[in-house]
């Protein structure tokens, strides 16, 4: 099983999946201790958008990912907190209304059906060296961006007014936390899938609180079961020929259950 | 210091807050002083609320102006200074995944500043606002798995872990039990006596803290300001401000 490290494609799909597992479970469990899970699902499918673009005009798909899915985190953000609508609400005209349009710019063009299937389900084999290039450098700046703010982040997520009254920049701080995630997804669909990343990001943060712990070791655990799912996921993608996107939600809805049945109360 | 040139903890004057169309607050003016225990009375929807939400910037005036600390609102940037326990503070997310102490914690986070990590200082002063609460043997419980009156103490630990000069509690007793309460009232005149803090108080149950309070806000749209609270809460004077017959009984806890 260990000659799968042999194949630079398989070297490139574990250092890229890790790297999601770590930003995408870190970033997680924010949007989901705020009763804002959908947001990861909704800014997938606003990559797609972007997938569409790039491949429409011949752009890079992940650059234009990454832009596609800023511009709508901002919007959501900016209608929530300034319009005072509904999060859920925002987040299902944004869902449906920026599939609609991928659909639209994938019918015009009908020709990259093919490249399109790896962007929604996921491929080992399409991330390049460029893409992992692109995934360090943003990676890294998201991931620095969470942990220098990672206290104020969870004082919100706990209690936004409070956190406000106490000083903390609630506004800038919410726009922050999107854009991050926004980036995350954007980088996560070579590896994950726009359709399935969001399983990446709320289902270990919803599996560690399970086990009853406090913020700081519920967070760790959550990145630990992302990074496993990630490896038996791309193994037995590898194995078996299996889309990798799929197999990882597949290895965390396992460990969802075990968590479930471990902590029934 | 601020304190030297403006004596007043809360300096408001002509305050008007307007909610889509809709007149929540009227020239209200009034100050607190330091070492105050003023409490905020007023019939439901009257505007206490709203009052102590536009003291704390989380409401944006529609005019008027507020000083805190003797500097105005905008450019106010020691929010440490001021404790805040919210209404249904006590009512948390029974799942969130957080220990009593990091919710006490987050009290000093807003000192800590970003990338600071928790300082002597900051473990000293949670450990002081937990064992004054008396919840240091709940330290590593899940704050969802308390009891009513234990989150409660929880959230009061959190708002005095950042050492506030001003303490201010908004109905903080909802689903909190009789004697939790009475812990509450006692522990609020410890702090207001002992410890000369001030404190903002909104409350319905007047009566009970009435040997405690020094001004009293009766907040119903327009506000009245009375250093007497004796007078403010006899009973005839509580009918016709609340426009239904009031009857105020002070009893000791």
Known sequence: MLEMFDYPFMQRAFAAGLMIAILASLGGSFIVLRRYSLLSETLAHVSLVGVSVGLLFGMSPLWMAVLASLLASWMIEYLRSAHGMYSDSVLAIFLSGSLA???VIVSMAGSFNASLFSYLFGSILSVSVQDLWVMG???SLAMALLLAFFKELYFI???EDVARAGGIRVTILNYMLVSVIAVIIALSIRVVGT???GALMVIPPVAAIRFGMGFYPTTLLSIAIALISVVIGLSASYLFSLP??????LCLLVIFIIALVINRR | MPLKFSPSL?????????RQGNLVLKNATFKILPGEYCAIIGPNGGGKTTLVRLLLGLEKPTSGEIKLFGVSQPRFRDWNRIGYVPQRSALVD???PATVREVVGMGRYARRGILGFES?????SISEAMELMGVSDLSDRLIGNLSGGQRQRVMIARALASNPDVLIVDEPNTGVDVESQHRFYELLRTLNRTKKMSILFITHDIGVIAEDITRVLFVNQTLLVSQNPAEMIRCDEMSRLYGTPAHVVCHNH
């Not at chain 1, 990798?244 to 939600?249: D, E, L, N, Q």
């Not at chain 2, 809360?10 to 307007?18: A, D, I, M, R, W």
């Open chain 2, 120 to 124: 002597n200082e900051d473990k000293a």
């Open chain 1, 195 to 197: 359709l399935l990343i």
């Open chain 1, 137 to 139: 450098i943003f990676g």
């Open chain 2, 94 to 96: 029974g799942s969130f």
């Open chain 1, 101 to 103: 349009l991928a659909i």
């Open chain 2, 10 to 18: 809360f300096e408001v004057n002509n305050l008007n807050f307007e």
């Open chain 1, 244 to 249: 990798s996107g799929a197999a990882i939600v």
């Open chain 1, 157 to 159: 997520a706990f209690d």
